[in-house]
């Protein structure tokens, strides 16, 4: 199905040569300030055209709000949205369709439908994405002014060209240390970078270095007339706490749902990640510590390292939240190709044409959307939770192992006086056979 | 939610300190012969106390179908299971309750719902699993019953102990060419593991050498009281083609969410997966070619080399589903930890009792039967459409492009016509403008 | 949520002023022939003024298909669908935005949302209900083609003017027995009338002398400022036995949500309804008989009466299915009411302009198509289960009691072969407890 | 699908003969006080056997909480429940099992899934409606404490004995007036029936006059072999102001699909009900008035009359909720049937055994139920959005159309200051064009 969340939710529609590509958007908190120009800015950032190293096509996707506003403020129902398609017109046929493209959803789409579009891969096309990008963007909105939550994506890697994310070289460190660690400037993007930073590379690398060495392998697989994959990383900070649901609902699982959901991904990780199952237990856990709160007021409790990547028992912690999204390189590429007809015969494939030879910089906006629509569902299934539990009466019976102590009642600590209620705990321990769980 | 799945659905329930856990399983199709026996097997193999590198303990979690069949076959109505918890008992409450275990989710659970169960992440519990290998159990008897479906997962990788992924070790090969090739013993693995292999050996890592090694370093965990990760692949053999929906719900998307959901787990990837994104699109395509079918009577359009992980467009293609899993090192561990308490107080964290020291073994048929579900739930959702699609009248007059031959309709393409089909295609070829779709 | 149903969906968005109303329609089959135009006749009988007893204003609400289809067939992926508003402008405001407009949702918004549209109920706009329309506009063409299936709907009463539904008159018929038969005209009516005969009456209610009075009662109506509402039912022939899910999705139980979700309607009943309260058990079964199918070439297993309404057990049974849907007056009428003011002063408000004084015969094709969406839902539903089912290998072994004779297989049955496995049951009894199960 | 609800959901399982019935309840905010007597109150109420009018045997529906509660508290994690059943036996088949019962679901469930449960029907037995009163018994504890809201259903009428709903007797009144208006006894009990009042009478209808006919009817049926339906009126009390979704979960289209999931359920009125439909709007629309809230120290606005049913554009306005129910008498009755069989032959069924002749006063709990789960899930849903809402910053210019005045808020005005807000909107109107909106 064309929908994605659960209290937030995003339905699109839309082919390459059809009228239009749009979405509706359900589940908009009434009373937000909302224009096009606001869901415009991240389209902008998807388009095709906005450098040469991607598509040089000069299209422009311009997105206009159907419904769920007005005077320039959310109603609280649905939103519609559309952008209008330049082409569409299905194309007449030539030798080329009669192979499916290696790597493309032709033969998948025909294999599933009994039929195809006439561009092929029909929904699997990037065009799709554009309902989505327009969804997360209005979610971003809506998260940064009621948390100051802020989501940057990066590319990180193209093709073998990557930030040096670990501490050295794999060459000439203790292999039992040091390869454990991420490297300081890989950790300082993830504390620190901005859009506005990432947006002054081409190739939306913003480790300066790195993004010249990315766009000259860019430029060379297209001088080849090959395609190039890469890996996005993304940060979320701000993040509430709280967030993610038990079981199947992990934030972690609905993210990768959401990255996975994204054309030509093939991986993801969250935190350590696959770094994660080298780490010893003691070493990858993250360490409870008092930390200053955001304002810089009080204090909370935070993690001293994290591995953990901001989720624990998949649900958000406090702590930034950053995960990492490999993409293959894309299919379609001006190379002649060895390949079968959909009758079995073989034979040659040359497709002409313009091609993307790396979507990595695109892709940018897309995984920031995506986050975006993930976080923003989650804070609505939360809210209606701490919203219904503050209307109950406090308890003020219930043991410490619960954490819940005389004077404090749920609502309070669903409102953050974690740390003040858990003061007041009776500290007289009895004895208790702390064996593990049955698992 | 505790919900998974859409026209297959599972829902559970239970914590470690509880009655009982168990699921609900609705969609299962009526006819299907099922006793308890046949999801034991899993379960079994779940269970904790199976040898000593995992948890000693030895229950046995034995389940009891409630609801939705009679006299050993399956009615259509939602089947009800249950599995009996040994310790029903909240424990008394000791020092150590006053501590958020790190990398736990006793922090997140008191935030997220102001109250947490007396053993602390209650849902997060590794015991919840044991609903969803219930259900998966079933929907692999149901797969292997009407598509000759095979799941099999094993452990790759246990802390740094891996099996040799690549054609070569990283220090004496081609970087421009070897790395990129899985090694034989790899590829052998997901071509033809069997179950009973992988339950050879102690570790559940079916490459004996790999598995001696991997032995040795988790006993050696277990002696310093630490606890380590690894990685565990799957590959699903013979899926039926045209599994999958677009766009949200692409058949990988679905399969790292159900991954993801899995206590512990840190990343997924699909065929080329991390390493996908270094390899250039030229070799990257996997080219289509003409294959014997399964039953050797006939052929079938198949892929020569499958980096796409038997999904192309979020869609299977027919070829083996490959998928690797990581997970991150218990967080239970018994050393002592420095950590803060919930009050912000900094203090030693020591955890008493028997720890799993490396849960993978264990984890390897949660990892099929979340797998098992998946696929289920995809297979009910596209025969819902082929079945209906097929009540249609022949479309006799459409073009090339969408190849629908004169003589063959939607429902003979989606019954595995389209080889057939494709013969009678009308090549005379027009002229076309072969530029890409939008993006 | 602005979403409707599980495997066929339609998601939809638009109030009275924004730019355009629309929907997206998931799950439509591919490979079924659609254009505008077979869209467009359900949408224009809905449409305003159509004539002088509805609203006069002469509005044409002309569908755009934007996505999923091409060369006229659809694709199997979302159909998107806009129509235009004319009227795309927030109007200014006068003395009457100060007062919630009685019986309106101008109050219920406001204390939902914190704000509304200028036009007061947003969402609850009749106009809204265009998108669903158009969606079972699709789901009628789906479900003739496949399965010869009929809905018609028809306006059975307007204010105190009806159709003789009872066989006669209260005033002098037998208490006992002749007031619970169905009148022949009506009976007559739900078992042959068409949309033809309904469309040539202006009040859209096919007894000619009713629909007479009724016109005469309209315009009364109008004459007086004054609105009226009425009943309407709606008979689905031809519709495949097994459909509806236990327990929460009965069919009636999803009839009932889809037609209470049209605005203005108070009562839903099915079959003997309300009356079917008066009637005892031993006139109320339906006994079964053997029926000659609709080809008139079998026989079929039908029953001789039909209170049931099509439906028993929440599951179709392969009758005539007929339902009746209460409206009442439109809220909006030009007489001056005395009523409160948001901020509770009370006054007189004054809505001049012109009003449709009774939405009957424009809501037949809304009650038709939402009928639509919920067979057709149904449909997908049930052909995914039959579809898998059929995969299984044949059970031989079961007792009469499940009703699978030893040469017959559940897909068989699922096939319609009921009647002939039946005949093969070994019926040599055994004596049983016949009391009654569990309640 | 066996489940029910957004935000609260609810998962049964279980048929008539298996091992268990039982639910898993999705949703449950923690915090709240929970125990098996909270539940089992309703489950008492239901169960069959209470008096010698309902079924004579005396089994006992004993209800266990599995999870999802510690020390008597909710944990905000799924309750699982269990009821065993007495007779786990599938039992031995007779003469009666050729047949396919009259207006049962044995026929419907063959059909369905080509297999049915030995006892005929099997989720469409009402043994299934356990795990909804259980569910639904968790939501009123909710709303009770959070809201005050109070739930109370009674029968109405057995058969053609019924509450005097109507003014006066048909036969003497004003036929242009005074059959419209509801009767003294009627809205006396819609205002303030509690369940004391309603258990008192045998029959569950607390008009002791109608009762005592009531019980007549229903012992002459027994004494007949037969069996009456009837109608139950249910009100819901202090429901809070703003529930319901628009467009197709309008309050109303979701108790009516809880309502008609209920078994032999015929029909379902809100408010003014199908009587609606016979009544002009000038009369029928209630106006607004200023009413004292339900603590007596401030003012609301409510309105003067009543038709709506305490809903209007399908959300909730904060006045009674009131809707009937019509059930059909039970299918099995112990006299002599002519019926056929599966295989068309024709014959005369008998079924033995004790059978209940009325299940209204069973029915009670269960329309209560399953009402405060509906209540319950939009509860949860508009807390999400009001919650949320209140996050934004104030808007402070927009028009009085939106009503928002200078110095209130969204979220002041979902937090129920509508009408201070109002009283500060700038009265100096402007010219406006009132014509109505599109429909």
């Known amino acids: 199905m064309s929908s994605f969340g659960t209290a937030y939710r995003v339905h699109t529609y839309g082919e390459s040569h059809c009228k239009s590509v749009g979405a509706i958007i359900d589940g908009v908190p009434p009373g937000l300030t909302l224009t096009n120009e606001d869901i415009q800015v991240q389209l902008s950032r998807r388009r095709p055209g ?120 794999p060459a000439n460190l203790d292999p039992e240390e040091d390869d454990e660690v991420l490297s300081e400037e890989y950790v300082q993007l993830i504390n620190t970078v901005t859009r506005e930073q990432v947006d002054k590379e081409i190739t939306r690398c913003p480790h300066p ?69 080298e780490i010893m ?21 935070g993690t001293s390292t994290n591995w953990s990547g901001g989720i624990q028992g998949g649900i958000s912690n406090g702590e930034d939240i950053y995960f990492r999204v490999g993409f293959k390189p894309p299919a379609t590429i001006s190379q002649e190709q060895e390949t079968a007809r959909y009758d079995g015969s073989s034979g040659t494939l040359a497709t002409r044409g313009r091609h993307d030879p790396c979507v990595l910089p695109r892709a940018v906006p897309i995984v920031e959307t995506m986050a975006a ?45 974690l740390k003040e209620a858990s003061k007041e705990v009776d500290l007289s321990v009895k004895p208790k056979d702390d064996g593990p769980a049955e698992q």
Not at 106 to 129: H, I, M, P, V, W
Not at 267 to 277: D, L, Y
Not at 385 to 392: N, T
């Open 281 to 301: 237990g003691s070493k990858h856990n993250d360490p409870f510590v008092e930390k200053p709160t955001r304002d810089g007021k009080g204090t909370r409790l």
């Open 209 to 277: 270095e790195t993004s010249k060495r990315m766009e000259a392998a860019i430029r060379a697989a297209k001088a080849n007339n090959d395609s190039m994959g890469g890996t996005i990383t993304c940060v979320i900070r701000n993040c509430p706490v709280g967030l993610g649901e038990p079981c199947f609902d992990k934030l972690e699982a609905v993210l990768a749902h959401a990255m996975l959901s994204i054309p030509s991904t093939k991986g993801f990780e969250i935190g350590s990640g696959f770094r994660g199952a």
């Open 50 to 169: 906005q450098s040469d190293i991607t598509t040089p096509r000069s299209e422009y996707d311009s997105v206009t709000i159907q419904s769920g506003t007005e005077h320039g403020v959310t109603l609280g129902t649905p939103i519609g949205l559309i952008v209008q398609n330049k082409d569409q017109r299905p194309h007449d046929y030539t030798e080329t369709d009669f192979f499916p493209r290696p790597s493309h959803a032709d033969f998948t789409y025909l294999a599933k439908y009994g039929l195809k579009a006439s561009s092929g891969g029909g929904r699997a096309s990037a065009r799709e994405t554009i309902g989505r990008v327009a969804a997360g963007a209005i979610a971003e909105k809506f998260l940064l002014e009621a948390y100051g939550v802020e989501i940057v994506a990066f590319v990180g890697q193209a093709g073998k060209v990557k930030i040096p994310f670990r501490k050295q070289d």
């Open 373 to 417: 629509i993930v976080i923003m569902d989650a804070v609505l299934q939360q809210n209606s939770r701490a919203a219904s539990a503050a209307l109950l009466a406090p308890l003020t019976h219930l043991p410490p192992t619960m954490v819940i102590p005389s004077s404090k009642t749920v609502s309070q600590i669903l409102a953050g006086d």
